[in-house]
């Protein structure tokens, strides 16, 4: 229940945070495709932890066993692909206090509400570590789209009151890995990166905005009413951990315009395509792709567990004080791009499958 995402491309994640393991199961791959083991480990470096002051110290390699679904020369199958990463640095110790007491912000307290149980250590799978499984998911559906020259390249846009100035039709990730924090604007990237690591000193923490943009994606992908492109990618984002706001194209800003400013004018290209001459709608019309480039704004909260104590209650009701402990991140955020990534990428895998099926 709630665990699986996808119709076409289907993927399910399992573990807990601190539990022996973290991985994921991938169906629907078409079979035949070159699926090399390096990428998917370069897709969960990105994302692993420890990487530098900016994210939690948490020593984890994030080595991934691909257990069923390749070939030995790394090619699908077409039948399930199952992928294991194991736990090798979990402290569960840090959070004896977590037990009758809940965290502010977090999800432990709803977790009892729903189940009446929860894993305890590391937030059990409300932690930002049930993400792995989707980072490995995420380079399976890239290998899906490589061949069909979909390009996704996510960054941070915002950290707290710090913005980027960013060309997106020119970001590489490249570029963006280029910086800690994960933003190709290098001024705004030094400011971003004091802003966490002040933060951090002060026992807080911050959160941010992420810019994502999809090249490439064909006119006609996507599907109209309740399975539109935009709303599943909506979904995908918020199902993340953290993510309190999406927004594609003009989003939010788009309210304050008129039809006349805010309506994207068609034309035809020297090559005889179809464009558009701005793209407001952010690459989505009617819930599916015009052919223009993919436009999303993901917004992230300030991680929930901070290294202060905060007034809270027991799982009586009862008055408490939380003390601090355990190893996290001080924003989430550059640790998200990857994870951003792979969302996008598999919405947009599932929906090329979905279209060929229906349309050829």
């Not at 791959?29 to 420890?50: H, K």
């Not at 206090?97 to 999800?107: F, G």
């Not at 190709?184 to 026992?203: L, Q």
């Not at 701005?278 to 993919?294: D, F, H, L, Q, Y």
């Amino acid at each position: 229940m709630g665990n699986r995402f996808g119709t076409a491309l289907t993927v399910t994640t399992f573990g807990e945070s601190h539990g022996p393991g973290v991985g994921v199961i991938v169906d629907g791959c078409p079979p035949r495709l070159a699926v090399p083991r390096a990428m998917i480990q370069a897709a969960l470096d990105r994302r692993r932890p420890g990487q530098s002051t900016l994210t939690s110290p948490r020593r984890e390699p994030d080595e991934v066993e691909i257990l069923s679904g390749l070939t030995d020369d790394e090619r699908t199958l077409g039948t399930p692909i199952a992928m294991l990463v194991r736990t090798v640095d979990a402290r569960s110790r840090d959070y004896a206090n977590v037990e009758t007491a809940y965290r502010p912000s977090h999800a432990d307290y709803t977790y009892d509400a729903k189940f009446g149980v929860r894993a305890v250590a590391g937030g059990g799978r409300a932690s930002a570590r049930e993400t792995v499984g989707r980072v490995a998911a995420g380079a399976v559906a890239e290998a899906i789209l490589a061949p069909l020259g979909v390009r996704i390249v996510a960054w941070v846009d915002e950290v707290e009151h710090v913005a980027a100035a960013v060309d997106g039709d020119a970001v590489t990730r490249a570029d963006v890995d280029a910086t800690e924090v994960r933003c190709p604007d290098r001024v705004a990237a030094a400011a971003m990166t004091a802003c966490i690591e002040g933060a951090r000193k002060d026992g807080d923490s911050v959160g941010g905005v992420i810019r994502a943009v999809a090249h490439g994606v064909p006119a006609g992908w996507g599907a109209p009413v309740f399975d539109k492109l935009d709303a599943e990618l909506a979904k995908a984002m918020l199902s993340i951990p953290a993510v309190k706001g999406f927004e594609v194209g003009s989003g939010f800003a788009g309210a304050r315009l008129r039809g006349s400013t805010h309506n994207d004018e068609l034309y035809r290209d020297d090559a005889g395509r179809i464009r558009t001459r701005t793209n407001r709608a952010g690459g989505i019309v009617g819930g599916i792709a015009n052919g223009e480039p993919i436009t999303m704004r993901i917004a992230f909260k300030p991680t929930a567990t901070i290294m202060r104590a905060q007034a809270t209650v027991d799982r009586d009701g009862n008055a408490a004080t939380l003390a601090p402990r355990g190893r996290h991140d001080p924003c989430v955020l550059p640790r998200a791009v990857p994870i951003v990534e792979a969302m996008t990428a598999l919405v947009l895998a599932d929906h090329y499958l979905r279209h060929r099926g229906q349309c050829g």
